[in-house]
């Protein structure tokens, strides 16, 4: 009997491990991400530009820990919150971004607000898809969640 | 009794790890047989499978061949799109990758440790792999890479160059050997590395929102723009391939960053853990297929 109960718990044990190790890209942070209103919070008009970069430099490193950070047309949402800070700091109304793109040194200028608003939005949304996908991958594959 | 409901339950739950470990590639071969299932459903007569093609003009639906069975999606698009397969069939009559095979070549038989580490070329088959000791999968790019580093040298870079030059010689050795892929999964860990692989391909990633999967299995055969997506059936099969976009070879690490970036979202490493376990998900569903690189694509 004792050998019976310790068999049931090892296999026990070692499907709650399994469990475990499937769902190991939801971090805290990823939770706590999944719960807000981007709308709301990357808000410039509603929360000022100094709190929505903040909401950008809280999640963004989790998202680069995570290998999901957003990258749109060679930039990396690092370095709009980067120039974004650099600007907010010279309280420059237009945030000029440095970057590297196929080997050369390239720039391009954005509103502040709009820079603020894209660093915040990328932030968050590249972790609640995170959150997203660990339900929603099934659907898409042919034989499970995907029928045809 | 419930003595005997214990050693029932124990019985059938010994059972059935038994049985699962002698069969890890039991959920893979599922989704492998499924793909080939939808793709084969869906290419039959895509006219008459409108609701793959949502977006498709009557235009569309001319350019795009019937019947495609299995083994012709080792072709990627141009297994389904007319206009491609001949595009491609002209450039293939004087192929631009034939110089790359000769230096791979060159690089088998003067690169120090090369031959030692590899001594059937004939292998782009078999990778990428999972390598028990490390507990990790390895792509014949990382592989390449370990075995220079071994023998006191340089790694290469893992996109292009030396590395894309060598893995033809590999492809092509292999295709002339009429190997087919076959990839395989050993062990519990390397079921999990799988199952890792697949949800980083079926994932939503990006600012666009986009997986693998919305290109590649959903998307296949419908039209972006001039370009007939290809179809995640056969991907791995022609690797490396000389784009006409690179003027030049490059390795299906490089072709997965391009894909990402598409996507929206900051590539990964080529060699990280992440990719090569994307890659290894992507090699078995191509299962079965014969190797048919190096090849050309736009």
């Known amino acids: 009997m004792k050998t019976i109960n310790r068999l049931v718990t090892i296999l026990g044990l070692g499907a709650a491990l399994s469990i475990a190790a499937a769902a190991e890209e939801v971090t805290p942070m990823v939770e706590e991400a999944a719960k807000l209103d981007v709308k709301k919070v990357c808000d410039v008009k509603a929360n000022g530009l100094e709190k929505v970069l903040a909401v950008a430099e809280k999640y963004n490193p989790e998202a680069i820990k995570l290998g999901v950070e957003f990258k749109r047309l060679g930039i990396r949402n690092s370095v709009y919150i980067k120039g974004l800070k650099e600007a907010i700091k010279a309280k420059k109304p237009e945030v000029t971004l440095h970057y590297k793109s196929k080997g050369k040194e390239k720039k391009k200028t954005f509103k502040t607000d709009y820079a603020a608003w894209r660093a915040c939005t990328f932030a968050v949304r590249s972790l609640q898809q995170v959150k997203e996908a660990q339900k929603d991958y099934h659907l898409a594959i042919p034989g499970d969640g995907y029928k045809f | ?298």
């Not at chain 2, 014949?140 to 890479?145: D, G, Q």
């Not at chain 2, 062990?187 to 999990?192: L, T």
């Not at chain 2, 070879?249 to 490089?254: H, V």
């Open chain 2, 1 to 298: 009794m419930i003595g005997k409901i214990v050693k029932t339950s124990v019985a059938v739950l010994m059972g059935a790890s038994v049985a699962y470990a002698g069969t890890f590639n039991t959920q893979a071969e599922k989704d492998r047989q499924a793909l080939v299932k939808y793709m084969e459903k869906k290419f039959s007569d895509p006219a008459k499978n409108k609701q793959f093609f949502p977006y498709a003009s009557a235009e569309d639906f001319k350019s795009l061949r019937k019947g495609v069975k299995f083994e012709e999606f080792r072709l990627g698009s141009y297994a389904y799109d007319k206009q491609g397969r001949s595009q491609y069939e002209e450039i293939n009559e004087m192929p631009p990758y034939e110089d790359a095979i000769d230096a791979g070549e060159e690089l088998y038989n003067k690169t120090k440790g090369i031959k030692q580490c590899f001594p059937d070329p004939a292998i782009a088959g078999e990778y990428p792999k999972f390598d028990e000791k490390k507990g990790q999968v390895v792509t014949l790019s990382v592989a390449i890479n370990d075995c220079l580093k071994a023998n006191g040298q340089k790694p290469w870079k893992l996109t292009k160059g030396k590395l894309a030059d060598l893995e033809a010689y590999f492809a092509h050795m292999s295709k002339e050997a009429g190997k087919k892929v076959n990839i395989t999964i050993p062990s519990k860990a390397a079921a999990a590395a799988y199952e890792r692989g697949k949800k980083n391909y079926y994932s939503q990633r990006g600012y666009l929102k986009l997986s693998c999967a919305t290109c590649h299995v959903q998307g296949a055969g419908n039209r972006v723009r001039r370009e007939v997506l290809s179809p995640l059936l056969g991907h791995t099969t022609h690797f490396p391939v000389y784009r006409l976009k690179w003027q030049g070879l490059g390795t299906l690490e490089r072709r997965i960053k391009g894909c990402e970036k598409n996507q929206g979202e900051n590539p990964h490493k080529p060699g990280s853990q992440w990719m090569s376990e994307m890659l290894y998900f992507m090699a078995y569903m191509s299962n079965g297929l014969p190797v048919d690189g190096p090849d050309i694509r736009r």
